[in-house]
């Protein structure tokens, strides 16, 4: 499993519930579509964390990156329904960014150590 990881600020006129909202509509899109296995939203707790943390934690489940371009590509069709679910979210975030991450040690990487 990879974790695609983002940390989001939303746009000054943006509001948290709405984009919440939005987010919950697009990621259980994606995930109907199985172009990703799971997902969760997060928002820092009373302003808790290092001065460059970012109000949202976005953190989205892929498979492998074969999945994970699977989603890129199902993002980037000519659909209106899709168009219109990823613009309601995208338009309320300002800054991202944005991380690619995996457990560890993971099995691949424990399976090559114990052939050492």
Not at 66 to 93: C, K, N, P, S, W
Request: aromatic residues 10%; glycine residues 6%; hydrophobic residues 45%.
């Amino acid at each position: 499993m990879n974790i695609y990881h983002c940390e989001i600020d939303l746009r000054d006129n943006a509001k948290a519930l709405v984009f919440a909202v939005a987010v919950e509509a697009w990621m259980e899109h994606l995930l109907s579509q199985k172009v990703i296995l799971g997902w969760r939203l997060c928002r820092r707790k009373l302003g808790f964390g290092a001065p460059q943390s970012r109000d949202f934690l976005l953190e989205i489940e892929v498979r492998d990156m074969t999945q994970l371009d699977q989603a890129f590509r199902y993002a980037g069709q000519v659909d209106e329904e899709i168009e219109q679910l990823y613009t309601t979210m995208h338009q309320m975030v300002g800054e991202c960014d944005i991380g690619l991450y995996r457990p560890f040690p993971d099995p691949e990487r424990a399976e090559r150590m114990a052939l050492i």
